[in-house]
């Protein structure tokens, strides 16, 4: 199979683009790794179903949705709607694109295709106790359906939920977050729509977050705090039911953050990188989606993304250590993970896929 490769370039040739590929066989390994033509710092990157193309952000220069081809490079750009996109979710029917801008707190709506079209811009508002809460900082969208979106908001502590109506964004509810937890990305339960975990970056955290009442579409008549309207106008209530540490010995020297999440395509088992400590946690999942950590794993230096091998989905976990400068594999017995062996350097890798 082919995976592709995003990464930072701030430290390398001005010529150099961040994008690149690389072949892997889940019995031999990593064949060698080629850079391709494309744009500075495409931290994040988005495969085109049937293709060898993608689209991706790239932080240089403020920040841009490009899409990408493996021989001709960039050939389409847009602005991303904001400053700093640290990252890019695709609609489920391949029609929207949403960048998350970082340092400027918005996102952009992006029309795909060949030529790729800013359609709609959306500010985000809030601010918390950290030092890096200044104000909203966007971190990551997830599609929820075709036209519903969660966005990570890490400035504010808040989940924001988005629809996207007649080609512009609309904020519909959101889901509030512990004070200073710092939400950076969150992961889907599969199959179904009252579950899902979110990584709190500032203070090394998982929070699991249930919707009121159960599963289903069924709505909580208190409309309290956390809300999204359904497709009959009714409100859908959200609660935080438990919080656990991803650092359960103590942040590691310097500086720590949460990085990564996902989980395991059964629903069994949630694993997340932190940085600082350099770990990937793995939580066991029970019935009501709460969690029980199974281990720690030592990686590279910084595993700011994990995610896993395209067609081995809960079978074989990538992370890439951005740091360190490297990806690695590690497969699962039974949830657990155990090294492969398979190490492919690449220069600050952010994404991989």
Known sequence: MTLHLGGYTQDQPTDRSGWG??????????????????????????????????????EADGGSVVRVHPEEGVVSSVDSGGMGPAHLALSPDGRWLVASNYVSGSLGLVAAGEELELVDELQLEGDGPHDRQDSSHAHQAVFVGEDRLLVCDLGADRVPELEVVDGALRHVGEIVLPTGSGPRHLALAPDRDDLLWVVGELDQTVHVVRRKGGGGDGADGDGAERGGADGDGARRSWEVVQTMTTAPEGPGPGETTTGGIVVSPDGRHLYVSTRGTDTVSVYAVDDDG?????????????????????????????????????????????????????????SAPTWVG
């Open 290 to 346: 709460l969690l029980e950590l199974r281990q720690q794993v030592v990686t590279g230096h910084w595993p700011r993304f994990i995610g896993w091998v395209p067609g081995h989905e809960g079978d074989l976990l990538l992370v890439a250590a951005e740091r360190e400068g490297s990806v690695d594999v590690w497969s699962t017995d039974e949830g657990l993970l155990e090294k492969t062996g398979h190490s492919l350097a690449w």
């Open 21 to 58: 590929r690389v072949d892997y066989d889940p019995t031999t390994g990593f064949g060698d790794a080629v850079a391709l033509p494309g744009p500075a710092a495409p931290s994040w990157l988005v495969r085109i179903a049937g293709t060898e193309e993608g689209y991706a952000v790239s």
